[in-house]
């Protein structure tokens, strides 16, 4: 049985084992831990005020990930959403209970509209957030906030609140 839990210290190496071969071997997107120092301090850098950063667990094992940004104004940026190869899809419904997790912390805290980046590699990601209402959008439309990666090529936009724009 899967469990979904905030991050803590013991899952730090496993959250690290689950995220750099999933970005590096399957994607090949040329990136380090030490090109991510989120990676090295989850909570000084995700748990600031409505931001949260939770693990997927099966038995003892990180197979899944997820972060919630906190960037002011009532948003909140998407992050670090991963999950082992061994865990997707529907069948295992790891990756819906990590966004139905997020989404549920960020309308808990007032976030009102959650924005991502992603890569144009990462096509099931696309149908997967769309599919999860979410909207993509012109990187002009980006809050002024939020924090383009580098690899990022397609923004999204989920209303948490039917008052979100």
């Known amino acids: ?14 959250v690290v084992s689950l995220i750099l071969p999933i970005q590096q071997s399957e994607f090949g997107i040329p990136i380090t831990l030490d090109d991510q120092p989120d990676l090295r301090d989850v909570p000084g850098f995700y748990r600031r005020a409505a931001g949260n950063f939770w693990v997927a667990l099966d038995g003892e094992a990180v197979v899944g990930s997820i972060a ?8 909140g940026a998407l992050r670090k959403m991963f999950v082992a190869a061994s865990h997707r899809g529907r069948e295992h419904g790891v990756a819906k209970q990590l966004l139905d997790t997020l989404i549920q912390g960020a309308r808990t805290h007032g976030v009102q509209e959650i924005f991502l980046g992603t890569t144009a590699k990462f096509l099931a990601a696309h149908r997967f957030y769309e ?5 993509e959008i012109d990187r002009m ?5 939020f924090p383009v990666m580098a690899v990022d090529t397609r923004f999204y936009c989920l209303a948490t ?3 979100a724009a």
Not at 1 to 14: C, E, L, N, T
Not at 68 to 75: A, E, S, V, W
Not at 141 to 145: E, F
């Open 131 to 135: 599919k999860s209402g979410f909207r």
């Open 141 to 145: 439309a980006l809050p002024q906030g």
């Open 161 to 163: 609140t039917q008052n």
């Open 68 to 75: 919630l940004l906190d960037i002011g104004n009532h948003q």
């Open 1 to 14: 049985m899967i469990q979904i839990v905030p991050f803590d210290s013991r899952h730090a190496a496993g």
